[in-house]
Structures are given as C-alpha cells and as structure tokens.
C-alpha cells in the first residue's frame, strides 16, 4: 500500500474514532482526535493522490468518501451539543 493510501487510511481511522466518541457524548475525546486528523491533514501533501495508480485512485476516493461521511453523521451530534450548551449558559 502506497504512503497516501495509508495516511488515508489513518485519517479514516481517526474519523471513525471521532464518531465513536460524538456518539458516545465523550467531547475530550472527540476533540484530541479532531486535533490529531487535523495535525495529519496539515501534513499532507496538496497533491497526495496524483501520483496514485488508477486502483489506487478510487481506493483513495472511497477512504474520502467515507472520511466525508463520518464528518456528516459527527456534525449533527456537535450542533445538538451546542444546542444545550447554548441552553445551560442562557439559565446563568
């Protein structure tokens, strides 16, 4: 596996753990991976997958994807948090 397709992986992987920890209403925890996917993401290079083989290529595109779908089951779970967040800090 080429060095993109397994920081890809890595990056799904951490994904994956933020949901874990959104759905389990665990902020922290939810937080260090985010810093961490953040801390990979930044390492990256801007053309990480052009030198990809065409197999290769949709591998990546399905690990994005599912990075992609992780991001959109996370957000909901965030903006309730901060509903009621929003909700404690009125009652002070």
Do not use: F, K, Y
Request: net charge negative.
């Amino acid at each position: 596996m080429s060095s993109s397709l397994s920081a890809l992986e890595h990056l799904l992987a951490l994904a994956e753990a933020m949901l874990s920890a959104a759905e389990d209403g665990d902020w922290e925890l939810l937080a260090r991976h985010e810093a961490a996917r953040r801390a990979l993401t930044d390492s990256l290079p801007s053309n990480l997958t052009s030198q990809l083989a065409p197999a290769e290529a949709v591998r990546a595109r399905t690990l994005i994807g599912n990075c992609q779908r992780c991001d959109a089951r996370i957000r909901p779970l965030v903006e309730a948090r901060l509903n009621e967040l929003r909700v404690v800090l009125r009652e002070v």
